[in-house]
């Protein structure tokens, strides 16, 4: 199972950027899917995450600016990212929680990562 992460970049402060994260290999199924982030120096936070069922829960942080989607038919995570500020510059990683197939339990899988850097 590999998890690829696209769409980092750098951004104007106020702009937007999109994060995809898709899962391929053998995947039975996919649980819940999460974006982190790390700034320097910080260590590995939170950002947003999403149940099989579509709830979703974010850092304080991010409430009303970002917004996590999946679309369960492509083994892919989104994060919406609306009125950046400097302070969302980090390393974006992806995570999935997944079964492979033949397998017994779910497993956290990681992106490689994708950098954000919100900078004028």
């Known amino acids: 199972v590999q998890l690829q992460a696209s769409g980092g970049g750098l951004v104007q402060p106020g702009g937007s950027l999109r994060l995809s994260c898709a899962a391929s290999?053998?995947?039975?199924?996919?649980?819940?899917m999460g974006w982190y982030r790390q700034a320097p120096e910080k260590q590995r936070e939170l950002v947003a995450a999403?149940?099989?069922?579509?709830?979703?829960n974010y850092a304080d942080s991010v409430k009303g600016r970002f917004t996590i989607s999946r679309d369960n038919t492509k083994n892919t995570v989104y994060l919406q990212m609306n009125s950046l500020k400097p302070e969302d510059t980090a390393v974006y990683y992806c995570?999935?929680?997944?079964?492979?197939?033949?397998?017994?339990?779910?497993?956290?899988?990681w992106g490689q990562g994708t950098l954000v850097t919100v900078s004028s």
């Open positions: 999403i149940t099989s069922g579509g709830s979703t």
């Open positions: 290999g053998n995947i039975f199924s996919i649980n819940a």
């Open positions: 995570n999935q929680n997944i079964r492979r197939r033949g397998g017994l339990t779910n497993n956290d899988y």
